[in-house]
């Protein structure tokens, strides 16, 4: 059956509006089984200000800092002995408070893109600003271990929701009471709406520190999720070379058959000299692919 050019020309802006959403899709975030993953911060651009925090304000003598480079956030320092204390201190990198952040209600935890090639067995990670009434006055949010291999290889790493809690010992940073053990310390609902604030921290263990981060995310999210996959996954971070090639063939040649019918669709419309023109119109990314 033969098609209009005004068929064609439909069929030309969705296979160029999908060719472009597929370049821009993100390249160091992971899809879970169970949902889809939300992305909370890509280190290869920054949504959040992080600032490091030590100890030494509380009279330890822990040192570190914080520096994006690279795409990465580098995570680096030493965690010691708090002398009037007689045990380990921390080192922390931390958003603003207040920040925008993404609604993770519907999803199962976090999920990070790290690496860490010092072994250190202290990495813990924090958000929210609620805390139990007994709490020290200077500590706040849902805290839970971040555990991953040494090594200098990415990894991720998933935390669900029920790992985290505000009973968390602040001389130590360990669970006093865990989520499992009193769904009072549980992260709540208003909290997931709103993060107010993330941290990493490297604390209760003596020793040094290197850990870096590609990225942080909510993973087994289904709101929004229509054929598991979140609309808010696209047009984030462009896809390298590298990452083109773990793609699989099905979505390679996918990508392949979507660009070739988009251009072949213009060319019938308008003739290859105004193939670009069209193009300009539906997405800047498509005039790249060009």
């Known amino acids: 059956k033969k098609r209009s050019p005004m068929t064609f020309h439909f069929t030309a802006r969705a ?3 999908a060719v472009a959403a597929a370049l821009l899709l993100p390249s ?22 992080w600032t490091q925090m030590n100890d030494p304000v509380m009279g330890g003598q822990s040192t570190g800092t914080f520096a994006v480079a690279d795409g990465v956030g580098r995570f680096v320092g030493h965690v010691a002995v708090v002398p009037f204390l007689h045990a380990p201190g921390f ?35 924090s958000f929210g600003k609620n805390r139990p009434r007994d709490a020290m006055p200077y500590t706040y949010g849902y805290k ?23 009973k968390w010992d602040a001389a ?14 549980c992260p709540d609902g208003a909290t997931k709406a709103d993060l107010f604030s993330m941290a990493v921290w490297a604390e209760g263990v003596e020793g040094d ?10 993973y087994g999210c289904t709101a929004g999720v229509a054929g598991g996959v979140s609309p ?58 060009l």
Request: charged share 20%; net charge negative.
């Open 144 to 166: 839970a271990d971040l555990v991953l291999d040494g090594g200098d290889v990415f990894q991720t790493v998933n935390i669900p929701f029920d790992n985290f809690t505000d």
């Open 15 to 17: 296979a160029a509006v």
């Open 28 to 49: 160091s975030i992971e899809v879970a089984a169970d949902g889809s993953v939300l992305v909370l911060e890509d280190f290869s651009d920054p949504r959040h200000s």
């Open 232 to 289: 808010k996954l696209v047009l984030r971070a462009p896809v390298t070379a590298a990452a083109a090639g773990h793609c699989s063939v099905g979505m390679r040649a996918l990508l392949a058959a979507g660009g070739i019918l988009g251009l072949a669709a213009v060319a019938y419309r308008r003739g290859v000299v105004g193939r670009r023109a069209t193009y300009e119109k539906i997405h800047p990314v498509a005039v790249a692919v």
């Open 91 to 125: 080192i922390k990198a931390e958003t603003g408070t207040g920040e925008t952040w993404e609604d993770v209600s519907s999803c199962a935890g976090l999920q990070l893109l790290v690496r860490s090639e010092t072994p250190y067995a202290g990495y813990r990670v």
């Open 209 to 218: 520190v290197r850990l870096d981060l590609k990225s942080i995310a909510a």
């Open 172 to 185: 130590t940073g360990d669970a006093v009471v865990t989520c499992a053990e009193d769904a009072r310390y």
